[in-house]
C-alpha cells in the first residue's frame, strides 16, 4: 500500500443491514457531543452543553493570540482586520439555534456512516458580532459577485480530499439582512470557547450547522459557484451517488420534548407516575416561523394542539410549548410535531437520503408509568 491519499472523493458509506455502531462513528461520537435534551429547559444553552460538531481539529488558538481576517477576491478594497477592527464597527447580537444538518441520522435505516446523532445536535446562543454585510460593503463587492467563500483554520482529509473547511453562501444571502448574517466573536456574551470557533465564527441565522464556519480566517468573493468539497460533494441531499443532488440550506421544523420523569439509566426510558405530566419543550424552523405544535401520546396515532409560549420576537431562536397529560400505567410513546408558516412539517416516515441530512422524522419517545404505589415496575 503506497502512502498517499485516495486521489478522488469517495462516497460515503451506508451500514449494512444490522450493522452496529463501529469505532469510526463512536471516535466521532466522543468528540462531537449533544445537547443533553433535559437542557432544552435553558432559553439559552448553557455553556458547555450546546452540541459540537467540528470535522477535523480544534484549532490551537490562546487566548491573545494575534488573529486576523481577509476578505478579497472580487472586491475593490481587500481588507485585512484583527479583532480590535472587528470591534470598532457596529455590533448586533441575536438568539440563534443552531441544528446540525446530519441530526437524526443514526436513526435511519440504512445508517449513514458519519457522526452518529439521535436528535440532540441542536443548541441556542446570543452570538454577537459584525454584520457581515457591513465588512463586504467596506470591501466594496464587484458587480460580477456570486458567491462568498468562508475559510476556516481547521485543516484535514475527508473521503480522500485534502481540504480546508470551506463553505459559501450566495450573495444576496451575504450581503442581505434578513437574515443578518455575523462575523460573530462572542457566545453569551463571553469569547468564543475553542470548539465553538474562537476568535471567530460566521452565525448564519436558519440555515443548518454547515454553513456557520467557526475559526474564519478568510472571505473571498468569487465570480463563479463555488465548488468545494463542503459546497458540491458533501451536505446535499441525493439518494444515490451519482445524483447531482439538491444543497443543503435552511433548518427543517422540528419539535423535541424535555425528557419527563426520570431515565433508566442504560435503556433511557423514561419512568414516570400516574396523573398530570406536564410535557414541555422546545421547536424551530429556519424556514418560517413555528405556527403550531402537536403532541401525540399513543405512538402517532393521535395528535392534540400543545400550547406555544407568545411569541418574544427572537426569530431565530427556538420556542418553547407546553402540554399536560394524564398518564396512565403502562407503556407509552410520547412524540411532538412542529409545523411552520410555510407549511412545513415533520414526517412520521423516515425521510431518507445518503447523508442523512435536514431530516426531521418526529421524535419517539418510550415512557414506563408505574403503578399508582410507585415502587419499582412490576415486570
Ligand atoms: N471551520 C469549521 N467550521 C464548521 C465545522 C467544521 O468542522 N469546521 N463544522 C460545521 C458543522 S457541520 C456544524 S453542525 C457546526 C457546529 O457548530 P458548533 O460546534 O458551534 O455547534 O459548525 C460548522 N462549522
Ligand atoms: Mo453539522
Known amino acids: 500500500m503506497g502512502h498517499r491519499l485516495a486521489d478522488a472523493s469517495t462516497p460515503a458509506r451506508l451500514a449494512a443491514p444490522d450493522e452496529g455502531i463501529g469505532r469510526d462513528e463512536l471516535a466521532l461520537a466522543t468528540r462531537n457531543h449533544g445537547l443533553p435534551l433535559e437542557a432544552l429547559r435553558h432559553d439559552i444553552t448553557p455553556p458547555g452543553l450546546h452540541y459540537v460538531l467540528t470535522h477535523y481539529d480544534i484549532p490551537y488558538v490562546p ?17 485585512r482586520l484583527d479583532l480590535p477592527d472587528l470591534r470598532r464597527f457596529p455590533q448586533v447580537t441575536t438568539r440563534v439555534t ?19 446523532w439521535l436528535v440532540e445536535a441542536v443548541g441556542t446562543a446570543d452570538w454577537t458580532g459584525v ?29 480522500g480530499v485534502e481540504q480546508d473547511y470551506r463553505r459559501a453562501l450566495p450573495v444576496e444571502s451575504a450581503t442581505g439582512d434578513d437574515p443578518e448574517v455575523l462575523v460573530a466573536y462572542a457566545m453569551n456574551g463571553a469569547p ?7 476568535p471567530l465564527r ?54 423535541l420534548l424535555v425528557p419527563p420523569g426520570f431515565p433508566d439509566f442504560m435503556s433511557r426510558t423514561r419512568v414516570i407516575r400516574p396523573g398530570t405530566v406536564a410535557l414541555e419543550g422546545r421547536a424551530w424552523s429556519g424556514r418560517a416561523p413555528v405556527t403550531r405544535v402537536e403532541v401525540s401520546t399513543d405512538a402517532g396515532h393521535t395528535w392534540r394542539d400543545a400550547e ?6 427572537r426569530r431565530w431562536a427556538w420556542r418553547r410549548w407546553r402540554y399536560d ?10 412524540s411532538a410535531r412542529a409545523t411552520d408558516g410555510e407549511g412545513h412539517s415533520q414526517p412520521l416516515e423516515q425521510p431518507w437520503n445518503r447523508g442523512g441530512f435536514a431530516n426531521n422524522l418526529v421524535q419517539r419517545v418510550p415512557v414506563l408509568c408505574l403503578d399508582e404505589e410507585g415502587g419499582p415496575p412490576a415486570r
Open 131 to 159: 454584520p457581515l454585510r457591513l465588512l463586504l460593503a467596506e470591501a466594496k463587492v464587484g458587480p460580477d459577485a456570486v458567491d462568498v467563500v468562508f475559510t476556516g483554520a481547521d485543516h484535514g482529509v475527508e473521503r
Open 308 to 313: 406555544q409560549a407568545p411569541d418574544d420576537g
Open 98 to 116: 443552531l441544528e446540525c444538518a446530519g441530526n437524526g441520522r443514526a436513526l435511519l435505516t440504512p445508517r449513514p456512516v458519519s457522526q452518529p
Open 202 to 255: 460566521l452565525i448564519v441565522p436558519g440555515w443548518y450547522g454547515m454553513a456557520q464556519v467557526k475559526w474564519l480566517r478568510s472571505i473571498t468573493v468569487v465570480d463563479e459557484p463555488f465548488t468545494g468539497f463542503q459546497q458540491a460533494v458533501a451536505y446535499r441531499l441525493r439518494r444515490d451517488p451519482e445524483d447531482v443532488g439538491e444543497p443543503v440550506t435552511r433548518i427543517a421544523p422540528r419539535a
Open 192 to 198: 468564543l470557547p475553542p470548539q465553538h470557533g474562537r
Open 63 to 79: 487566548d491573545g493570540s494575534p488573529w486576523s481576517l481577509t476578505v478579497d477576491g472580487r472586491v475593490r478594497r481587500p481588507l
Open 325 to 334: 397529560w394524564t398518564a396512565t400505567p403502562g407503556e407509552h410513546v410520547l
